[in-house]
C-alpha cells in the first residue's frame, strides 16, 4: 500500500501544476520519469478528479482530490493519503 500511495503522490505532484492549465473535461498529458500520462479533470460535487492512465495506456488511475485528502485508484489499487503530503511540497492541488 506504501508504495502504490508513493506512486500515486507522485502522480499527484506532477499532475497538480498542469492541472491548472488543463481545462474542465479537456485532455492533458505530461511526462515523469520518462513515463507519458495521459489524463483529464472535472470537477464532482465539489471535489476534482482526475482520469487518466500511464505507461503507454496499460496501467489506469482515478484520483479524487477532497479538501483533506486524495483517495482514489492506481493500477486499480486504492490509494488514500493526506492532501498536506502533497501541499507540504509547495503544490496547489486545490479545486
Known amino acids: 500500500m506504501f508504495k502504490t500511495s508513493l506512486i500515486a503522490a507522485t502522480l499527484l505532484v506532477a499532475v497538480a501544476p498542469t492541472m491548472a492549465l488543463a481545462a474542465n473535461d479537456d485532455a492533458a498529458k505530461f511526462t515523469h520519469k520518462g ?7 472535472e470537477d464532482a460535487n465539489g471535489d476534482k478528479v482526475v482520469r487518466g492512465t500511464a505507461y503507454a495506456g496499460k496501467v489506469p488511475f482515478e484520483l479524487h482530490i477532497h479538501k483533506k485528502t486524495v483517495t482514489g485508484t492506481f493500477n486499480n489499487k486504492p490509494v488514500e493519503f493526506d492532501l498536506a503530503e502533497v501541499k507540504t511540497l509547495g503544490i496547489d492541488a486545490t479545486n
Open 35 to 41: 513515463v507519458e500520462y495521459n489524463y483529464t479533470t
